[in-house]
């Protein structure tokens, strides 16, 4: 992405960089894609998982480029580019956080008031519940992630974390629209790479930490330690860490954030937890919980399916206090949080009384922890169907359709996005886990069939792609939502439709 956005411009100082030889030019733009790069732009040219951005350093330089920013493999790469040009060279030895710092400086505002939130499931719900209990204390709020910029002010986004140019162009937007709070997604990706450096967080959470990904980590402790970076390296040793300490990595991520002088909010179940949760009880629409925190106990009724939920409405309630607001003040706002979109969204109820919910599950343990979270709130028989994603960790397709099996009492597997796998052997994998499933490759009719297995008192679990809005086959995506498909086949089966 390219960013032309400030018409002054801003010298290498003014971003922070130091060149070689000590030139100071004023910068027209930032751009890591060497398509995108105009007269006078700097161009990041980051090392990548298959090709170094280096080797487009002479594209950028034929296109006005007076500045590059890179590591030493990359100006080793572009030598004999860079010494036929006067461009100003900046080589730094991690050049992604190099151009996080510089973005930032570049756009220059992002809301006053930010926290960010990692972990392998359960970010967008948090994210999305610390902005609406923002709203309901009458801050204008937003949450990004994967489902783009939500609440105040509103925008598309193409990855959970944005890479560091859009990402702040995005938050300087927000700034200059009025918004004054903001809570983001954090991925292990975003972590990596560095993307979320720049951005000045009051508060980071943690989650979970369970299989996902690995298709891209090298190891689980290589995922761990991206997560483990909110906290070690992207919140001020000022800033308050929101730790979920039921979670067994939990305390190693209270720990990291005491060791630097961190103040941490626990939440969950366990004695020790700050904001402990010590009771639920479930009906078929809502739940209250009992929770306490600083002594004081108190009840609340949530208008959300599932036990887990309430772990997030806790987790995002530490974050919003600490950011600084009043904790008896925001749990008088916990009555009125909504179902965040895609995330155990009742999608569709049968004349018999039969529901269907639509939920992002796409781990093994998120399908596990959904399925377990529904039971309490249904009173027949569970039905589940899930897929797996084409060209990612196949590790876990079987342990998916194990979670199924164990914990629905009728399983249908489906294509979730095939991408450039062939379906058929990602179904397969998939039924490794769980033999006695219903193989139904069209998702269509696996949802049709789900909702016509449905009695009364019965539930219908649509696993897998929660709020996305297109199926990912080949290079195609194709129309697709599974809460609108939900409600297809529920009319088709009542009668509603002609």
């Known amino acids: 992405m390219a960013e032309q956005g400030n018409t002054q411009g801003k010298s290498l100082g003014e971003l922070g960089l130091t060149a070689q030889g000590g030139r100071n030019p004023f910068i027209a733009g930032l751009a890591v894609d060497s398509r995108e790069v105009r007269k006078g732009y700097l161009f990041a040219a980051l090392p990548g998982t298959k090709v170094h951005g280096a080797s487009f350093i002479e594209t950028a330089l034929e296109m006005g480029a007076d500045a590059i920013l890179t590591d030493a493999e990359g100006a080793r790469i572009a030598s004999g580019a860079l010494s036929r040009s006067d461009a100003a060279l900046i080589v730094a030895e991690d050049p992604r956080q190099t151009l996080a710092y510089s973005a930032a400086l570049w756009f220059g ?226 009555p009125h949080l909504g179902t965040v979109r895609g995330r155990m969204q009742l999608a569709a109820t049968r004349a018999n009384g039969a529901t269907v919910f639509v939920d992002y599950a796409h781990t093994p343990d998120a399908v596990k922890t959904a399925l377990k979270a529904l039971r309490p709130h249904v009173m027949g028989r569970l039905v589940a169907v899930v897929g797996a994603g084409g060209d990612r960790d196949r590790t876990k397709r079987p342990l998916m359709g194990q979670a199924a099996a164990e914990n629905a009492d009728l399983v249908i597997v489906t294509d979730d996005n095939p991408r450039s796998e062939d379906p058929a052997a990602i179904r397969q994998d998939v039924m490794m886990g769980c033999p006695e499933a219903l193989e139904v490759g069209d998702r269509a009719e696996a949802i049709l069939r789900g909702v016509d297995a449905l009695g009364p008192g019965d539930a219908l679990l649509i696993a897998g792609k929660g709020h996305e809005s297109g199926q990912v086959v080949g290079d195609v995506v194709y129309p697709f939502d599974d809460a609108e498909q939900a409600s297809v086949a529920v009319s088709a089966l009542d009668g509603g439709m002609a």
């Open 109 to 334: 505002a992002q809301p006053a008031t930010m926290v960010a939130v990692t972990g392998t499931n359960g970010k967008t719900s948090v994210a999305t519940f610390a902005r609406q209990i923002w709203t309901e204390l009458g801050f204008d709020a937003v949450n990004l992630g994967t489902t783009g910029v939500e609440g105040a002010y509103r925008a598309p986004l193409h990855h959970t974390t944005p890479e560091p140019i859009t990402l702040h162009r995005m938050l300087a937007a927000c700034a200059d629209a009025g918004i004054t709070h903001a809570a983001m997604e954090a991925s292990s990706h975003g972590l990596a790479q560095r993307r979320l450096d720049g951005v000045h967080l009051k508060a980071a959470g943690f989650t979970n930490f369970t299989q996902d990904h690995l298709d891209y980590h090298a190891s689980f402790d290589d995922y761990f330690r991206a997560k483990a970076g909110l906290f070690t390296r992207v919140l001020p040793e000022d800033g308050v860490a929101v730790v979920n300490i039921d979670d067994p990595r939990g305390q190693d991520i209270a720990g990291l954030a005491i060791e630097r002088g961190q103040r941490v909010i626990r939440v969950g179940r366990l004695p020790l937890a700050d904001l402990q949760l010590q009771g639920q009880r479930f009906d078929a629409t809502s739940q209250e919980i009992r929770f306490g925190f600083n002594g004081i106990s108190h009840l609340v009724r949530l208008p959300l399916i599932g036990g887990f939920q309430a772990e997030n409405v806790l987790l995002a309630a530490g974050l919003v206090i600490g950011a600084g607001a009043n904790a008896e003040r925001v749990f008088e706002t916990l």
